[in-house]
């Protein structure tokens, strides 16, 4: 099985940065998409930032400019740079991956994967 943990949420005062971290663990053989994905009370999950094994990034007009993601490949990690926060960027940030893994008797298996979310506060 492949797992996803999340670091780096809290509590920041508007244009304040904070910076979310997730890590990818299991026997992965490649990891095609890693994205951050958010939740804010009584909406729905929307894409915050995505970014594909060969460095393409996407944004949401809500955080361009403000928001940078990247990852590291060798260690199966992305991370979501945030400036210039806003309260409306306030929301649980949940970091999503998919690609291809080895299960218990070695076969190549699809995965698509989340992680158990950070709050993020945005709040004077």
């Known amino acids: 099985q492949v797992q996803l943990v999340e670091s780096g949420g809290g509590l920041v005062q508007p244009g304040g940065s904070l910076r979310l971290s997730c890590a990818a663990s299991g026997s992965i053989l490649s990891i095609n998409v890693m994205g951050w994905y958010r939740q804010a009370p009584g909406k729905e999950r929307e894409l915050v930032a995505g970014?594909?094994?060969?460095?393409?990034?996407n944004y949401a007009d809500s955080v361009k400019g403000r928001f940078t993601i990247s990852r590291d490949n060798a260690k199966n990690t992305v991370s979501l740079q945030m400036n210039s926060l806003k309260p409306e960027d306030t929301a649980v940030y949940y970091c999503?991956?998919?690609?291809?893994?080895?299960?218990?008797?070695?076969?190549?298996?699809?995965?698509?994967?989340w992680g158990q979310g950070t709050l993020v506060t945005v709040s004077s």
């Open positions: 970014i594909t094994n060969i460095g393409a990034t």
């Open positions: 999503n991956a998919n690609g291809i893994y080895r299960d218990d008797i070695l076969r190549r298996r699809d995965f698509q994967v």
